[in-house]
Each structure stands twice: as structure tokens, then as C-alpha cells.
């Protein structure tokens, strides 16, 4: 069964610092440019992306993100991360990974990222 899971998601204050995970089981990342994407919360809203990672390592952020957060991959675990600092109040959402443009996997739960004070 194919199956995504993110976790390390929580309740951070502004300023704070998170490590999301991104466990791929029965789903081989290796070769694919892997992404994390997020959803702000309230109805309506749709994923956007947040930081992409190429098989070679190159990586690309987004500009909300730039500077803060870090993407990186694990291929020998399978796994992918997102190293996220100075998180900020409008950083809130659920965070996902999954393969980059097309999302060749079924969509995991996401983990929550809530900042607040």
C-alpha cells in the first residue's frame, strides 16, 4: 500500500523552529523531485507549494519562504524533511509532501504547523 506520512508538525511561538518529516512507505522517492506543500486553514483553500527538491540535491523555495525554511531528502531512508526557522504567524497550515508537478502518490493526513503566541 502506498502510503505518504508527515509528522513533526505542532504549536510553535513566532520565532520558533520546526522539523517536518516525510515518511514514504510502499512509495519510492528516489528519482522523483520531491516536494512540500502546504494548505492554509479555512474552507475553500487549495495546496501551494512550498519548497521542491531535485534527485541531484538542487533545491528551490518559494519566495514566502526563502531564507527561513530548508528542504532536504534522505534517499537512502527514503524520507524528505523541510527545516523550518523563524516561523511566522501566516506560516499556519497543514503541511505535505509529495512528488513534484505531478503528484505521482496518494495525498498523506499532513501534519499541523501552528504559530502563535
Known amino acids: 500500500q502506498v502510503q505518504l506520512v508527515e509528522s513533526g508538525g505542532g504549536l510553535v511561538q513566532p520565532g520558533g523552529s520546526l522539523r517536518l518529516s516525510c515518511a514514504a512507505s510502499?512509495?519510492?522517492?528516489?528519482?522523483?523531485?520531491v516536494a512540500w506543500y502546504r494548505r492554509d486553514p479555512g474552507p475553500g483553500k487549495q495546496r501551494e507549494l512550498v519548497?521542491?527538491?531535485?534527485?541531484?540535491?538542487?533545491?528551490l523555495h518559494e519566495a514566502s519562504v526563502e531564507g527561513r525554511f530548508t528542504i532536504s531528502r534522505d534517499d537512502a531512508k527514503n524520507m524528505a524533511y523541510l527545516q523550518m526557522d523563524s516561523l511566522a504567524p501566516e506560516d499556519t497550515a497543514v503541511y505535505f509532501c509529495?512528488?513534484?508537478?505531478?503528484?505521482?502518490?496518494?495525498w498523506g493526513p499532513g501534519t499541523q504547523v501552528t504559530v502563535s503566541s
Open positions: 509529495n512528488t513534484y508537478p505531478i503528484h505521482h502518490f496518494p
Open positions: 510502499g512509495a519510492d522517492l528516489r528519482g522523483n523531485v
Open positions: 519548497a521542491r527538491i531535485w534527485a541531484g540535491g538542487t533545491t
